[in-house]
């Protein structure tokens, strides 16, 4: 074959074979490429050695990648999650144990809190050891790589030495001492005749075992099993203490010879027993409900309380100088500075109450009335239909305006010189003024607000401002001075002969469009104000033409203002 064939097929097979070993396609993973890493905490490792398997129901998911001693000191680190009533085990807290790592493989997953790790013997002689795993419930939370497991999630199996030290001399000597006391309970106290009258017996006895074993199942979901957990601690912590124990059960022997001396009491207080528990019942009931506040309170407390020392060893030097302030030569000073300022203070309290009722009614009267009016619009009565432009600026805002008029008011020229300009403008129509005129290509509409709008709101002297309407700054268009019409569009003829034949019937275009202004009032009125909107629009471009544009735009915003 060719060598770029050979190398086309090698390139090929190192591709293929990349894939398959980096994707773990067939399952395997490369010596680089580390599983999933949890750890569990064993009061006894028995044995367990590295590449131990790791298994779920028969099949192996991992291995033990390593076992360390774990220390008393060490403990404290991996107590075991507190459980519902507030208190973590007390198998949580191994006195000597040993942390097992394991790498698990995909197929192990997921992990719930809730899982079990379980050391196996492989052999029925002992031996070796596995782990045998319980994933945990389907409802339990997933637990995260490198998550440690307490010593109440995992448990070892009994050694067969366990189960050989389990008779020691002293268990085989209390074995004998029960069965001598046994022998003689059938023997010296009436043996079968004492049998007999266990089972006349039974029958009251085993009617009321069956009531505190149906009381034992509780009243609510849960209930058995806080008793259970409750009945485990008691158990684990009777274990650890063997000497206590054998303390306890002497004791006990002790107090029930004393009830036995008095059987009659006994008799009489387990006959009024029911009418105490049934009062008890919502004192305990209340007691319950009780406890979550009151430890709430004591861990909000315990800060406090750990700082109080702190704060009274502050505070001491405090009470020490009020001590001395307290006494007759400092106190009878401060009482005599006081004497003549107390009585001006109680009358100027007295007179600041109707200055107070003043700026009350004051305050008010800006929030209700002064503030709503400068943030008013002057607007038209009817809606635009007379004053067909938009509504101006704000009160408190157009109030600023006028001071830009005031401060030129008195300057008429600068280094430039005059400010006077004359402006020329022309037009369609001629406003008289009486010894004045002016020319403006639309129609005068008038001016708003009127003179009779602006009329001041009727101010009641009974009633507080507060309480008044706040001025109104509605108002209709005034009427505008006398105007004339005049067509702007006729030129005489000698002015055109001039001018080419081209540029006369522009000329005559332009003021066509300029004659069809005569029309936008008309139109507004109709509603029309897309058609005028467009004439305007065409007779600003002729103006603009004809050299007269800027005049016509200052009118026009002159116009919307």
């Not at 440690?148 to 001399?169: C, E, M």
């Not at 306890?248 to 107090?255: A, K, N, Q």
Request: charged share 25%; aromatic share 6%; proline share 6%.
């Amino acid at each position: 074959m060719p060598n770029w064939v050979v190398g086309l097929i090698a390139v090929v097979l190192i591709a293929v074979a990349s894939i398959i070993a980096f994707s773990g396609l067939l399952g395997m993973r490369l010596p680089w490429q580390g599983g999933y890493e949890v750890k569990a905490v064993f009061a006894s490792a028995q044995n367990v050695s590295r590449d131990a398997p790791v298994r779920i129901a028969g099949v192996n998911v991992g291995k033990v990648t390593g076992v360390e001693p774990l220390s008393a000191g060490e403990a404290e680190k991996y107590k075991a999650q507190v459980d519902e009533d507030g208190e973590a085990p007390a198998a949580s807290q191994p006195e000597e144990g040993a942390i097992v790592t394991m790498e698990l493989d995909e197929k192990a997953l997921p992990l719930k809190t809730d899982a079990t790790f379980k050391l196996r013997p492989r052999l029925f002689l002992e031996g070796n050891n596995f782990i045998d795993l319980q994933p945990g419930s389907p409802n339990a939370e997933e637990i995260e790589e490198g998550h440690t497991f307490p010593v109440n999630r995992t448990s070892y199996s009994v050694q067969l030495d366990q189960v050989l030290t389990t008779l020691q001399s002293d268990v085989r000597k209390n074995l004998q001492v029960f069965l001598d006391q046994f022998g003689s309970a059938l023997t010296e106290h009436g043996g079968a005749e004492g049998f007999r009258e266990l089972y006349r017996t039974s029958g009251p006895a085993g009617k009321y075992t069956s009531q505190v074993s149906e009381a034992f199942l509780g009243t609510e979901d849960g209930d058995l099993g806080g008793v259970i957990r409750g009945l485990g601690r008691v158990v684990r912590g009777l274990g650890r203490n063997e000497a206590a124990l054998q303390n306890l059960v002497g004791d006990f022997s002790t107090v029930s010879g004393s009830f036995a001396a008095e059987d009659v009491a006994l008799a009489k207080s387990i006959e009024r027993l029911p009418g105490v528990l049934e009062s008890a019942d919502p004192a305990f009931a209340s007691l319950n409900a009780a406890f979550p506040p009151v430890r709430a309170f004591a861990r909000e407390a315990l800060p406090g309380v750990q700082s109080a020392a702190g704060a009274l060893d502050d505070a001491t030097p405090f009470i020490a100088q009020l001590r001395g302030l307290m006494t007759q030569a400092e106190l009878r000073g401060l009482s005599a500075d006081l004497r003549p300022t107390i009585p001006a203070l109680a009358k100027l309290t007295d007179r600041t109450i109707p200055f107070l009722r003043e700026a009350r009614a004051l305050s008010s009267c800006f929030n209700e009335v002064i503030i709503p009016w400068a943030n008013d619009h002057v607007e038209a009565v009817n809606d635009g239909d007379v004053y067909p432009h938009d509504k101006g600026d704000r009160v408190f805002e157009t109030a600023g305006y006028v001071l830009t008029g005031l401060t030129g008011l008195a300057r008429n020229g600068d280094a430039n010189g005059q400010w006077g300009r004359v402006l020329g403008q022309s037009g369609q129509n001629i406003l008289d003024f009486g010894d004045q005129f002016a020319l403006i290509p639309y129609e005068f509409l008038g001016g708003m607000p009127a003179m009779g709008s602006s009329k001041k709101t009727v101010f009641t002297a009974e009633h507080d401002c507060e309480k008044q309407e706040p001025p109104s700054l509605q108002s209709g268009p005034g009427p505008g001075p006398a105007e004339a019409g005049v067509d702007v569009t006729r030129v005489p003829k000698s002015a055109l002969s001039a001018i080419s034949d081209k540029a006369a019937g522009a000329l005559d275009r332009l003021g066509e469009r300029v004659k069809a202004l005569s029309r936008v009032p008309e139109l507004r009125a109709e509603g029309e104000k897309e058609e005028a909107k467009e004439i305007t629009q065409r007779a600003r471009k002729a103006l603009k033409r004809l050299g007269l544009g800027s005049g016509f735009e200052a009118l026009a915003l002159g116009a919307k203002r």
